[in-house]
């Protein structure tokens, strides 16, 4: 081999080398782009976003190893970071998310949660990030609706966008994202029904709906869901019956559906079921309490109040294993309180407003 050939292969490598171990100039661009449009006047998180290299030392950029493309972005307006121990202030941060963001297309991961300022919508070019896993935009104040197509997002398994002002309804195409584990709507103002075909998330653990204003009934497709232990859906609009099966998910633990309007009765399987947290206060619920508790009842919580539960308070609760708080005050309970260790701790206000309730805590039968 001549010099010179070996001249140009060393020129050509080191070209090569040079490019690849940095971020590529188009997504070095679009995040200035997307740093232009959003303002962050405390802490100064953007003055490390300076220089070609975004895969170094720019705050909040992470790259993949191998192909130096923007992998991870991961802004928290709450963390233990220095940056924030230094200003002695939690993040603020106002301006939009810029759509140029989807130009970087092996994003794996988005966070820009807990700026309590940004606003504008989610651009809705994020359903084509084919390789998106993680889309966390939690506390800020985004508007208009959840990108219609999201259901795109094959590799997605947390979608958490809580505490926005989002409207609009939950995307048909949701039901679509196989992937996805962790689902975090809450406190936002999306209405309108949840999707028939909902227990199709097979993969769910975590379905956090509460505070919006969904309506109609919910899904009887849900406890296909096996994997699900935390199921949210409280201070909505909800209507209709509590659907028994519910009270048979094989992890189900934590139940809350207080705040709905609810009606029917209790079924009986959630009082004998993994459930330990359940709330069903402040409903429409009609009849008894079902008299099915049993040594697999275990409450680290049960709240029925608020609800037009009536008779007696059934015997077989003092065969639950354990009851750590329990509510059925504001009903039309009647009769004496059980005895047993699971009430010996309660107090009154577990108990009041009710029709003809008595026994400890209350007054004597
Ligand atoms: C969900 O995915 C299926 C299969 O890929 C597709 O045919 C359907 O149109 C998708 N549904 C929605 C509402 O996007
Ligand atoms: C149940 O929900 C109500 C609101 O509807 C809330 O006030 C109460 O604290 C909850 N109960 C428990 C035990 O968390």
Same mark, same amino acid.
Request: glycine fraction near 8%; include cysteine; aromatic fraction near 8%.
């Given at each position: 081999?001549?010099?010179?050939?070996?001249?140009?292969?060393?020129?050509?490598?080191?070209?090569?080398?040079?490019?690849?171990?940095?971020?590529?100039?188009?997504?070095?661009?679009?995040?200035?782009?997307?740093?232009?449009?959003?303002?962050?006047?405390?802490?100064?998180?953007?003055?490390?976003?300076?220089?070609?290299?975004?895969?170094?030392?720019?705050?909040?950029?992470?790259?993949?190893?191998?192909?130096?493309?923007?992998?991870?972005?991961?802004?928290?307006?709450?963390?233990?970071?220095?940056?924030?121990?230094?200003?002695?202030?939690?993040?603020?941060?106002?301006?939009?998310?810029?759509?140029?963001?989807?130009?970087?297309?092996?994003?794996?991961?988005?966070?820009?949660?807990?700026?309590?300022?940004?606003?504008?919508?989610?651009?809705?070019?994020?359903?084509?990030?084919?390789?998106?896993?993680?889309?966390?935009?939690?506390?800020?104040?985004?508007?208009?609706?959840?990108?219609?197509?999201?259901?795109?997002?094959?590799?997605?398994?947390?979608?958490?966008?809580?505490?926005?002002?989002?409207?609009?309804?939950?995307?048909?195409?949701?039901?679509?994202?196989?992937?996805?584990?962790?689902?975090?709507?809450?406190?936002?103002?999306?209405?309108?029904?949840?999707?028939?075909? =909902?227990?199709?998330?097979?993969?769910? $653990?975590?379905?956090? /709906? %509460?505070? #919006? !204003? *969904?309506? @109609?009934?919910? +899904?009887? &497709?849900?406890?296909?869901?096996?994997?699900?232990?935390?199921?949210?859906?409280?201070?909505?609009?909800?209507?209709?019956?509590?659907?028994?099966?519910?009270?048979?998910?094989?992890?189900?633990?934590?139940?809350?559906?207080?705040?709905?309007?609810?009606?029917?009765?209790?079924?009986?399987?959630?009082?004998?079921?993994?459930?330990?947290?359940?709330?069903?206060?402040?409903?429409?619920?009609?009849?008894?309490?079902?008299?099915? =508790?049993?040594?697999?009842?275990?409450? $680290?919580?049960?709240? /029925? %109040?608020? #609800? !037009? *539960?009536? @008779?007696?308070? +059934?015997? &077989?609760?003092?065969?639950?294993?354990?009851?750590?708080?329990?509510?059925?005050?504001?009903?039309?309970?009647?009769?004496?309180?059980?005895?047993?260790?699971?009430?010996?701790?309660?107090?009154?206000?577990?108990?009041?407003?009710?029709?003809?309730?008595?026994?400890?805590?209350?007054?004597?039968?």
């Amino acid at each position: 081999m001549g010099f010179t050939s070996l001249l140009y292969i060393s020129a050509v490598f080191l070209t090569l080398s040079s490019v690849s171990n940095a971020c590529p100039p188009s997504d070095r661009a679009a995040l200035l782009a997307f740093k232009a449009a959003l303002h962050e006047p405390y802490l100064g998180i953007f003055n490390s976003w300076t220089g070609t290299d975004c895969c170094h030392n720019w705050y909040g950029v992470s790259c993949d190893q191998e192909t130096y493309r923007v992998a991870d972005i991961n802004l928290r307006g709450e963390s233990e970071d220095p940056i924030f121990e230094k200003a002695h202030r939690a993040g603020y941060m106002t301006g939009t998310i810029s759509p140029e963001i989807c130009k970087l297309t092996r994003l794996s991961s988005l966070t820009i949660a807990d700026w309590k300022g940004i606003s504008g919508t989610i651009p809705p070019c994020i359903a084509s990030l084919p390789f998106l896993r993680i889309l966390d935009l939690i506390g800020n104040r985004l508007t208009g609706e959840i990108p219609a197509d999201i259901g795109r997002l094959s590799r997605l398994s947390v979608l958490n966008v809580a505490d926005n002002q989002l409207s609009g309804t939950i995307p048909r195409s949701l039901t679509n994202l196989s992937s996805l584990m962790h689902l975090d709507l809450r406190s936002n103002i999306i209405s309108g029904t949840i999707p028939r075909n =909902f227990g199709q998330l097979r993969m769910l $653990s975590r379905a956090l /709906l %509460s505070k #919006n !204003k *969904l309506n @109609g009934p919910i +899904p009887y &497709s849900i406890p296909y869901i096996y994997r699900l232990s935390d199921l949210d859906l409280s201070f909505n609009q909800l209507s209709g019956p509590i659907p028994d099966s519910l009270g048979k998910m094989a992890v189900l633990a934590t139940l809350n559906l207080d705040g709905n309007q609810l009606s029917g009765t209790i079924p009986p399987t959630l009082i004998n079921s993994r459930i330990s947290i359940l709330n069903l206060s402040r409903n429409g619920l009609e009849g008894y309490i079902p008299d099915a =508790f049993g040594p697999r009842s275990y409450f $680290s919580a049960l709240d /029925l %109040s608020f #609800n !037009k *539960l009536k @008779g007696r308070i +059934p015997k &077989s609760i003092s065969s639950a294993t354990y009851i750590g708080h329990l509510d059925v005050s504001h009903n039309h309970l009647c009769g004496p309180i059980p005895t047993g260790s699971p009430f010996d701790h309660l107090e009154a206000s577990s108990f009041t407003y009710n029709d003809c309730l008595c026994g400890k805590p209350l007054r004597t039968c």
